[in-house]
């Protein structure tokens, strides 16, 4: 009989690990609702008050934290099994996939515009009609602000000045944290973790260039959302991209504090790859925008 | 102490087996269990169903006679509007995602879902992201009226309610990529040990190409309507041809989305009848590797034809011939499931309960909406259908004889395996004759009024319509009513009054779902199970091929 309940035992801790019943993802969502329930009453002047903003933030904040609490506790008390870190891995790289595919959605604005509506308004294809009869003045250069000239003249930022050490900041700190990697691998969780304190400060110090050339940008350049094509696609790409570096830091930070309360294992620490791999995604799409936005 | 908590927990996990779900609201609220979360979403796309009728049948109020009666045009165009973006995204959407719930784990003898608790999540955003969207109609300046398509800058005009539109549809997204990945995640890892993917039932392959299509193209959704937000309140322009940008650039990007958001609709759909036609013609299914290939290369020309929509728009020559082409070889792989569907049937020994008469009607309907399709597909002559009743004919016979019968048939098909009781044959006969004479009803005469000129999402029309406009009409008000006998039929089942179901429900059937009894326990396959070929309905070895 004992011998049974233990073999029992040991085979119902080896299933796959389900969940207790949850309530966050209902109070999430519930966040999530009044979060933009206050962002629409503000981008329709109703005066609704940033009220709805803070709360529904503050509460979907609290409830992301609990549940990646819960997940981290889950796994450091060993109810995951080989097939939940699998689920882990696969789940996390088709979320990176979407988060690709959702970038791809703005790259392809910015090729269509530069490959096709700039040219066809400035009468090329078969579009000369268009051309001569709206905006006979209108050339194909880049950048650009539109036929209109929307917003006014305004100047770029140069590719090798701050955007050039950003991809080196970035470039860098790809490098940092798989030097992290290792060192978790091997057991040196001290030198893991101060290469990780190194990859945050890394993501922080590009934020903060990132901050700077938005300012001198919007104030000293005069190029702001509002200035064309060139402005749109020029913010919209950065301005996505940013908002991942921060998020990304956040979690660099988390895994970094995870680590010094001990959490992982030299063989088993998806926590920790998973949040490398969402960095080296931020890393590639960086490139990316470096080439094709201020390169190119 | 940890030991001692994991040691709860065990005990805990043992106890699984004897106790049921909790009780009241909350059980339905905090349940990670996919069988809940399964008939959380079939509820809750039957509910969008009955809504997004209802605003279709406004829409047929008002096309009975030429001029205007009923509702004054801008009211019209929001139902049009609105009843594709609750009838695509809150009703075959979600009932798809509930039919998987139910299913996958208990095809592959999986215990759950891979991610039970972001499955909740997925679910619990469509009511607030439909209450969103709902809310619309109260607002100053009604709910979006410029096409489910949201074509700017016709769509840039609606009122207040347009942040809540674009908001709406990026929480419908964020719900189609969890549960897509919980999907994908699930197939690919908590298969049953022996079940390789080519043993793997079609639903599940069907369901794991779809959940690819909606994790490439939900993000560019969300990206393309993000920029219709920024170009409305932060002066972006992307859409905007003063500002360098295009219109027509949105419609690419939309369409990119779109299209692929069609097999996303249609996809699950050749799963079920590929599930229910070897049931009841008791035959392996026919050329089961081909449909796996078939429907990969369905999901692979999705990504290149997506222009089709846009052969009106003034697209460079070699764009129009691309986009004819591709579109046509679509219909090669598609072909080829409707061959090996009606192969399967050749020969078996049929029987035609409720689940295999959708499941027919599915195979002969759909392919109507196909030949349609494909005429569509033809540039040249797509210049004269284009915005006519005749798109509307085509996409109603793919997406109603073709995907809402396959979500009734499925639900026909499974619901003695979920409640344990069988439904009314007679009513379930009853429904399934009314629906396949209304439907046609509906929507043949629209190819009529569509080939001659009658323009689609017009609240008013030419006098010479007027007959074809009121048999369409007649027959919506058939359909709609009729489904209140499937209604009637299913809430019997899960009332538990009728007779009892057996552990095989269909002598046919096959497949992990059938070793269990009926209803399923409330945890399946806690332990992964057995499988071999006579159990997946693969011919088995022994025999001679
Ligand atoms: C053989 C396969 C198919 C072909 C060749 C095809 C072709 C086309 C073409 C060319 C159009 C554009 C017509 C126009 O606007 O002028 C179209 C529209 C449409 N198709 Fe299909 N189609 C096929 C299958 C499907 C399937 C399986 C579905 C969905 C389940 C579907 C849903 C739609 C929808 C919703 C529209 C209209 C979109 C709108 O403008 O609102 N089609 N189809
Ligand atoms: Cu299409």
């Known amino acids: ?296 | 102490m940890a030991n001692a908590e994991a040691h709860h927990d065990h005990a805990h996990g043992h106890d699984d087996h004897h106790h049921g779900p909790d009780k009241g609201i909350m059980r339905w609220i905090k349940t990670t269990n996919h069988k809940d979360l399964g008939t959380l979403y079939l509820i809750f796309a039957f509910s969008m169903f009955f809504v997004g009728g209802l605003m279709s049948l406004v829409i047929r109020a008002e096309l009975w006679e030429p001029g205007l009666q009923f509702v004054d045009p801008e009211f019209f165009n929001q139902m049009t509007t609105m009843h594709a973006l609750v009838m695509i995204f809150g009703g075959v959407m979600p009932a798809f995602t509930g039919l998987a719930n139910w299913m996958v784990p208990m095809m592959v003898g999986a215990s759950d879902m891979a991610l039970p608790r972001v499955n909740n999540w997925g679910f619990w955003i469509l009511p607030f992201a439909f209450t969103l969207l709902l809310s619309t109609l109260f607002m100053d300046g009604g709910a979006p009226a410029g096409g489910w398509t949201m074509y700017p800058p016709l769509v840039l005009q609606t009122g207040e309610g347009f942040p809540f539109l674009i908001f709406a549809i990026h929480l419908m997204g964020i719900s189609s990529i969890t549960g897509a990945i919980n999907v994908v995640v699930t197939v690919l890892n908590l298969r049953a040990p022996g079940m390789t993917l080519l043993k793997m039932p079609l639903f599940c392959w069907t369901w794991l190409i779809t959940a690819y299509l909606l994790i490439a193209t939900m993000p560019v959704l969300a990206g393309a309507v993000t920029m219709l937000l920024t170009d409305k309140y932060f002066g972006t322009s992307f859409f905007t041809a003063s500002g360098g940008g295009d219109p027509v650039m949105f419609q690419h990007i939309f369409w990119f989305f779109g299209h692929p958001e069609v097999y996303i609709l249609i996809l699950p759909a050749f799963g079920v009848v590929s599930t229910i036609i070897p049931a009841f013609a008791r035959k392996p299914l026919f050329g089961y590797d081909s449909m796996v290939y078939a429907t990969a290369s369905i999901a692979f020309l999705s990504f290149i034809v997506w222009a089709h929509h846009m052969f009106t728009v003034g697209m460079p020559l070699a764009g129009e011939l691309f986009f004819m082409f591709s579109t046509m070889l679509i219909a090669v792989p598609t072909g080829v499931k409707v061959f090996n569907w009606i192969a399967t049937m050749w020969r078996g020994s049929m029987t035609f309960e409720t689940p295999m008469l959708f499941a027919i009607a599915f195979v002969f309907l759909f392919s109507i909406g196909g030949f349609s399709g494909l005429m569509l597909a033809i540039a040249p002559v797509d210049f004269q259908y284009h915005d006519t009743y005749f798109v509307v004919a085509h996409f109603h016979y793919v997406l109603v004889p073709g995907a809402v019968f396959s979500i009734i048939a499925a639900v026909y098909y499974w619901i003695p395996k979920w409640t344990g009781v069988m439904y009314s044959e007679f009513w379930g006969k009853v429904h399934f004759w009314l629906s396949a004479i209304a439907v046609n009803v509906t929507f043949f005469p629209q190819h009529f009024s569509g080939l001659a000129g009658m323009q689609r999402r017009v609240p008013d029309y030419a006098v010479q319509f007027v007959d074809f406009n009121q048999v369409s009409t007649i027959g919506a008000f058939v359909f709609f009513i009729a489904q209140f006998i499937f209604i009637g039929n299913m809430i019997r089942c899960m009332a538990k009054k009728g007779e009892k179901a057996t552990q095989q429900v269909w002598e046919g059937a096959r497949g992990l779902e059938w070793t269990v009894p009926s209803p399923a326990p409330y945890h399946t396959f806690e332990d992964p199970p057995k499988v071999n070929d006579e159990i997946l309905g693969f011919p088995s070895h022994g025999k001679a091929h």
């Not at chain 1, 503050?58 to 699998?86: C, P, T």
């Not at chain 1, 088709?94 to 604005?109: L, Y």
């Not at chain 1, 900041?169 to 290469?195: F, P, Q």
Request: charged fraction near 10%; charge should be negative; proline fraction near 4%.
């Open chain 1, 1 to 296: 009989m004992a011998t049974q309940a233990a073999h029992h035992d040991a085979a119902a801790s080896n299933r796959y690990f389900v969940p207790d019943p949850s309530a966050w993802p209902f109070v999430l969502t519930a966040a999530l609702a009044a979060v933009v329930v206050g962002v629409a009453g503000f981008l329709e002047n109703k005066h609704i008050g940033p009220i709805p903003i803070w709360i529904g933030s503050a509460v979907a904040i609290y409830i992301i934290f609990r549940w990646l609490r819960a997940v981290s506790l889950e796994s450091e008390h060993g109810k995951y099994n080989q097939a939940v870190d699998s689920t882990y891995r696969m789940a996390m790289a088709w979320f990176i996939f979407s988060e690709v595919m959702f970038f791809g959605a703005f790259f392809g604005a910015l090729w269509y515009a530069r490959e096709l509506s700039i040219p066809w308004l400035s009468g090329e294809g078969t579009k000369v009609a268009t051309h001569l009869t709206l905006w006979p003045m209108f050339e194909n250069i880049w950048p650009n602000n539109g036929p209109m000239e929307l917003n006014g003249s305004f100047e770029t930022v140069g590719a090798w000045g701050l955007p050039f050490i950003n991809t080196l900041l970035l470039l860098t700190s790809g490098v940092t944290i798989t030097m992290a990697h290792h060192a978790l691998k091997e057991n040196h969780r001290l030198s893991c973790i101060l290469w990780m304190w190194a990859t945050v400060a890394l993501g922080v110090a590009f934020l903060g260039c990132q901050g700077y050339e938005y300012v001198h940008a919007w104030e000293g350049l005069n190029l702001t959302l509002s200035s064309g094509i060139y402005g749109s696609t020029f913010y919209m790409l950065t301005g996505f991209h940013g908002m991942h570096v921060t998020l990304g830091t956040i979690m660099l930070i988390i895994i970094t504090c995870r680590l010094m309360s001990g959490h992982f294992k030299p063989e088993s620490h998806f926590g920790f790859e998973g949040v490398a791999w969402y960095w080296h995604f931020v890393d590639v799409v960086w490139v990316g925008l470096f080439i094709f936005v201020y390169v190119l």
